[in-house]
């Protein structure tokens, strides 16, 4: 009977296993490959189309406006100056007439070589040095202005404008500003011996040669003021006799100095000094 039993128990089999499909391999080097590929062909179509653009014919390029030339133009070539620089003597009302705002200076006293009965030039220019010059004989460069080609100079004291590119003190010598030899004292002023500091002095017109003024040490009492009554005065507006006075003048400026010479009546009831001699006071 047991072995009945154990001829009946059969040994344990296991189920059978159906097989899992496993996934494709991915190729990496095929992907990178088309990755570069299309990376290629965009730049190239970027490429051909620049040079598509650079190759347009004029009317197919944009318009672009090109900056136009400034307002002020030469009229003229270069030309080289010697003269005497001065205030412009231009009031603000003046100066915006003329369109002359930015002006401060102005060239004298040079040799005529014009055409016209020309006095000065209003000198437009940035360079600080010219304060530095104010007074003293230079030689200035540059070219007059288109705009006042043909301009009635009669309206702006007989003046022109005047662009300026460079300016160079030169020796006081070759200019000649005043009287080579003394001027005769029609009106047999006093004459009179007075010492103060010498300054440079602001035109009060561009044709008004107050260039001058001397504040005085002790005033003196002038007799004849043009206010109608003898006053004391500390300041006078100054005007040097000869070139010789007005080199050693200029030599001077901002310091003390003896002066000789007269009183005499000038523009609108002004009276001047009238340098005859100078020296420096040590």
Same mark, same amino acid.
């Given at each position: ?23 494709? $391999? $991915?190729?990496?080097? =095929?992907?990178?490959? &088309?990755?570069? &590929? *299309? ?25 672009? $406006? ?43 006293? &040079? ?26 004989? /230079?030689?200035? $460069? *540059? ?18 404008? &005047? #662009?300026?590119? !460079? ?6 010598? =070759?200019?000649?500003?005043? !009287?080579?030899?003394? #001027?005769? +004292? ?14 440079? !002095? ?12 001397? =504040?005085?040490?002790? !005033?003196?009492?002038? =007799?004849?003021?043009?206010? *109608? ?22 030599? +001077? ?27 420096? /006071?040590?």
């Amino acid at each position: 009977m047991e072995n009945k039993i154990q001829q009946n128990i059969q040994p344990f089999q296991p189920l059978p296993q159906t097989p899992v499909p496993t996934p494709p $391999t $991915t190729n990496c080097s =095929k992907i990178l490959l &088309f990755s570069v &590929f *299309g990376l290629v062909v965009v730049a190239t179509s970027v490429y051909t189309g620049i040079q598509i653009g650079k190759t347009q014919t004029p009317s197919q390029q944009p318009i672009t $406006t090109q900056p136009t030339a400034p307002l002020t133009q030469a009229s003229e070539n270069q030309i080289t100056i010697i003269g005497v620089v001065r205030t412009s003597g231009l009031n603000e009302d003046e100066k915006q007439k003329l369109g002359l705002s930015s002006v401060t200076y102005q060239l004298t006293d &040079f040799n005529q070589n014009d055409k016209q009965d020309l006095y000065g030039y209003y000198l437009i220019s940035s360079d600080e040095t010219i304060e530095t010059l104010l007074g003293k004989c /230079v030689q200035i $460069t *540059g070219v007059k202005l288109m705009e006042w080609k043909n301009k009635n100079i009669g309206d702006s004291y007989l003046r022109t404008a &005047f #662009v300026l590119n !460079s300016i160079n003190p030169v020796d006081n010598l =070759k200019c000649n500003p005043y !009287s080579i030899t003394p #001027v005769e +004292n029609v009106t047999e002023a006093e004459r009179l011996t007075l010492r103060g500091v010498a300054n440079n !002095s602001d035109r009060p017109a561009p044709d008004i040669n107050y260039d001058y003024q001397i =504040k005085l040490s002790k !005033s003196f009492l002038d =007799k004849e003021n043009s206010s *109608g009554s003898p006053q004391q005065v500390s300041l006078v507006d100054a005007i040097p006799d000869t070139n010789d006075v007005w080199i050693t003048l200029t030599d +001077n400026i901002n310091r003390e100095v003896e002066i000789q010479g007269y009183m005499e009546w000038g523009y609108s009831e002004s009276k001047y000094f009238r340098i005859t001699s100078i020296k420096s /006071v040590q």
